[in-house]
């Protein structure tokens, strides 16, 4: 009998876990680090996608109707998309506006916010402003207070426990951000280099790194041969050392890029994955930092 009671506590204990559902990896680790023991947190994404370009699927609607809290990057990262999936869950809470809806960017010091009218033409643009604030540990952890707001108003008992460790999570972050920026201060001072689409913008405000902006020339469409031409001769005049793409950038140009303008390219993760090494904030943006002082100092 008393095996049974323990296992009906443990059971309890385990259903009594604030459910969280986020749409990327990178937010499921800051749930994590903010919630431990408290919750429980699965990403929508594998971080292997463009979460740009998402179809629905079954499986997110199953998962975000079981969930206290969902959380999004916003900025209209997933805007063609996420809305679809809160609709169709049913879920009152977790719509716009609830108790249970999360969204980071609205805490976040937007860059890259686009003026006047907005139209096709303009390719994958954010009026709003420019949604991969995950790349900056400082922008993140702006992002990360609407995650604490969300489970104090789910889970308020639990309140001051979430408030706490996101000290904690604080911490850690500007303490790694401050050791970076100093290395890359020491190391590569004169860095320069190039980005694939325009994900390093927060990234280059923190850490004080010298980008000459994207090879794309409208964001989410794929560069012509004048395009990829001119930024080559760009890339040579400016002493660019590296061009950063994100797993989903096309191989092609990429290499054409290259050939063009004797400036390599790499392929990164730039978002968390589910698993593996880059599942680690910590890992990522170390290893992120590295490659560029690597390649700033050949």
């Known amino acids: 009998m008393k095996y049974f009671f323990l296992l009906?506590?443990?059971?309890?204990?385990?259903?009594?876990?604030?459910?969280?559902?986020?749409?990327?990896?990178?937010?499921?680790?800051?749930?994590?680090e903010i919630g431990q023991d408290l919750i429980k947190v699965e990403s929508l994404l594998y971080g292997t996608e463009d979460p740009h370009y998402i179809d629905v699927v079954p499986s997110f609607i199953a998962k975000v109707s079981k969930a206290d809290i969902v959380c999004a990057v916003g900025f209209d990262l997933e805007v063609g998309w996420l809305p679809r999936v809160l609709a169709r869950s049913g879920k009152a809470h977790l719509q716009p506006g609830g108790k249970g809806y999360c969204e980071l960017g609205r805490a976040v010091t937007a860059l890259g916010k686009v003026e006047g009218k907005i139209d096709r033409s303009m390719g994958d643009v954010h009026a709003g402003g420019n949604p991969h604030f995950t790349l900056s540990p400082s922008a993140f952890l702006q992002g990360a207070t609407e995650i604490v707001s969300a489970l104090k108003r789910v889970d308020a008992k639990n309140a001051e426990a979430y408030e706490t460790q996101f000290e904690v999570v604080k911490e850690k972050l500007l303490s790694l951000e401050g050791e970076l920026r100093e290395?890359?201060?020491?190391?590569?001072?004169?860095?320069?280099?190039?980005?694939?689409?325009?994900?390093?913008?927060?990234?280059?405000?923190?850490?004080?790194?010298?980008?000459?902006?994207?090879?794309?020339?409208?964001?989410?469409?794929?560069?012509?041969?004048?395009?990829?031409?001119?930024?080559?001769?760009?890339?040579?005049?400016?002493?660019?050392?590296?061009?950063m793409a994100g797993l989903g950038a096309p191989e092609n140009q990429l290499k054409r890029f290259q050939e063009l303008s004797q400036v390599p390219f790499i392929k990164a993760p730039l978002i968390l994955e589910t698993s593996g090494s880059f599942s680690d904030y910590v890992y990522l943006q170390r290893f992120l930092v590295d490659k560029l002082i690597e390649y700033a100092n050949k």
């Open 8 to 32: 009906f506590f443990l059971s309890t204990n385990l259903a009594a876990k604030i459910s969280i559902i986020t749409t990327t990896p990178d937010l499921a680790w800051m749930a994590k």
């Open 183 to 243: 290395k890359i201060k020491q190391q590569a001072p004169q860095l320069v280099f190039m980005e694939y689409h325009r994900d390093f913008l927060y990234f280059n405000e923190t850490y004080k790194v010298n980008s000459i902006g994207a090879l794309e020339e409208i964001p989410g469409v794929l560069p012509s041969a004048a395009q990829l031409a001119r930024r080559s001769i760009e890339a040579r005049e400016a002493g660019v050392k590296i061009l």
